[in-house]
């Protein structure tokens, strides 16, 4: 992948475990693409970034 530049991001055993299973679902070669999928989709829908990032999520609390 051409301009990788490989981070670490921590991130909630439950966000790893979906990760993982939508790649597995979708074909993909890791989880670590289903989040660049995640975060391409993000890029390409700017119409949908207030109800992406503004939106309050509790999961966890």
Known sequence: ?????EKTVTLK??????LQEMA???GLAD???ALRC?????ISNA??????FTEIRCNDC
């Open 1 to 5: 992948m051409s301009g990788a530049v």
């Open 13 to 18: 055993d439950r966000q790893m475990t979906y």
């Open 24 to 26: 597995d679902k979708h």
């Open 31 to 33: 989880a670590s693409k």
């Open 38 to 42: 995640l975060i391409d989709f993000s």
């Open 47 to 52: 119409a949908e970034e207030s109800r992406i």
